[in-house]
């Protein structure tokens, strides 16, 4: 900064020294900052993008304080959640929290709205009164006009030298006259059906931005699309897993139930056969069991006398054998 006013006041002395001999070296400044805030037009436009801008503000904030709330009920129902229930809605939130950064970027950010359409309303300004400095300069002969409120570094400034209401004029009176002769082309346009003229260069800067503004607003929402797109991916895999596992459990569970059911059929199925049978045998075959335990009986005691009398006469033949040989 310092190099620079050393070198501005030394080609000021340089050049004055030179055109001494002719004339004196006139030199002026203007204030930006002071005509700005004179400009009606100017300041009502300022007020609007500045209510503009808080009104962007407070929707911001506003998104901001509801994530952090939930954030905050997350906190509380972490002990009653799963982690897959967790961290889906952890990334819920961290998604929300990324769009709400996108928007204050595209609306605050160094190529946002804010900026932008400060750029495009103070480039008629600055214009006018760069028109307006050439105009004066020219006219009044002036050398040099330096801006007050630029880098350059002034430490001391006499007031008969402050151009600055005179470039606020000439600004009023262009102002002034760019109203008539649109009021009277307005006019005359009403009464004759005359097209106005179309400004190209502002039609074709509208147009890069609104392309520009709808390809990011594109690419967002592309971006949050895919997005939803794996959580519901993560979702429905999520589901299908606790499905399968609880279609396993049930099947198990159903299997388990059948075979007790068979095991206790089969064990049922066999008592009645046996009940069954013993009904049958009781009915249809008691009177020949009787019978046939009768006989079986009889012969047994009959077999038994035959062979206890076999044995008595064996025993006789013996002792009466015995007795011969003696």
């Given at each position: 900064?310092?190099?620079?006013?050393?070198?501005?006041?030394?080609?000021?002395?340089?050049?004055?020294?030179?055109?001494?001999?002719?004339?004196?070296?006139?030199?002026?400044?203007?204030?930006?900052?002071?005509?700005?805030?004179?400009?009606?037009?100017?300041?009502?436009?300022?007020?609007?993008?500045?209510?503009?801008?808080?009104?962007?503000?407070?929707?911001?904030?506003?998104?901001?304080?509801?994530?952090?709330?939930?954030?905050?009920?997350?906190?509380?129902?972490?002990?009653?959640?799963?982690?897959?229930?967790?961290?889906?809605?952890?990334?819920?939130?961290?998604?929300?929290?990324?769009?709400?950064?996108?928007?204050?970027?595209?609306?605050?950010?160094?190529?946002?709205?804010?900026?932008?359409?400060?750029?495009?309303?103070?480039?008629?300004?600055?214009?006018?009164?760069?028109?307006?400095?050439?105009?004066?300069?020219?006219?009044?002969?002036?050398?040099?006009?330096?801006?007050?409120?630029?880098?350059?570094?002034?430490?001391?400034?006499?007031?008969?030298?402050?151009?600055?209401?005179?470039?606020?004029?000439?600004i009023k009176r262009a102002s002034k006259r760019k109203q008539v002769q649109t009021k009277a082309e307005r006019k005359a346009a009403e009464d004759e059906?005359?097209?106005?003229?179309?400004?190209?260069?502002?039609?074709?800067r509208e147009k890069a931005l609104e392309e520009k503004k709808a390809a990011r607003?594109?690419?967002?929402?592309?971006?949050?699309?895919?997005?939803?797109?794996?959580?519901?991916?993560?979702?429905?895999?999520?589901?299908?897993?606790?499905?399968?596992?609880?279609?396993?459990?049930?099947?198990?569970?159903?299997?388990?139930?059948?075979?007790?059911?068979?095991?206790?059929?089969?064990?049922?199925?066999?008592?009645?056969?046996?009940?069954?049978?013993?009904?049958?045998?009781?009915?249809?075959?008691?009177?020949?069991?009787?019978?046939?335990?009768?006989?079986?009986?009889?012969?047994?005691?009959?077999?038994?006398?035959?062979?206890?009398?076999?044995?008595?006469?064996?025993?006789?033949?013996?002792?009466?054998?015995?007795?011969?040989?003696?």
């Open positions: 900064m310092k190099s620079k006013v050393l070198f501005l006041l030394t080609v000021v002395f340089t050049l004055s020294l030179s055109l001494h001999a002719q004339r004196g070296v006139r030199i002026g400044y203007i204030d930006t900052e002071y005509i700005l805030e004179n400009v009606p037009e100017y300041q009502e436009a300022i007020s609007q993008l500045d209510d503009k801008a808080q009104k962007w503000n407070t929707e911001i904030q506003a998104k901001l304080s509801a994530v952090e709330q939930k954030r905050k009920d997350l906190s509380n129902e972490k002990a009653l959640l799963t982690k897959e229930l967790i961290d889906e809605r952890e990334e819920d939130l961290t998604f929300e929290e990324q769009e709400i950064l996108d928007y204050q970027q595209k609306r605050f950010g160094p190529n946002g709205d804010l900026m932008i359409q400060k750029k495009q309303l103070m480039q008629p300004i600055q214009d006018q009164i760069f028109a307006a400095v050439q105009d004066l300069a020219g006219s009044r002969k002036y050398d040099f006009i330096f801006d007050k409120s630029a880098d350059v570094v002034m430490l001391y400034s006499a007031k008969q030298f402050d151009l600055s209401d005179q470039i606020l004029k000439s059906e005359v097209v106005p003229e179309v400004n190209l260069e502002l039609e074709e607003e594109s690419a967002v929402e592309k971006a949050r699309q895919e997005k939803l797109a794996a959580r519901e991916a993560k979702v429905k895999a999520a589901a299908e897993r606790r499905q399968k596992i609880l279609d396993d459990r049930a099947k198990a569970k159903q299997d388990k139930l059948d075979a007790k059911n068979k095991t206790t059929e089969t064990e049922t199925g066999k008592s009645a056969d046996l009940k069954t049978t013993s009904e049958t045998k009781t009915k249809a075959q008691l009177i020949e069991e009787n019978r046939q335990k009768k006989l079986k009986d009889r012969e047994a005691r009959k077999k038994a006398l035959d062979d206890k009398k076999k044995k008595i006469l064996e025993e006789r033949q013996k002792a009466k054998d015995s007795i011969n040989n003696n």
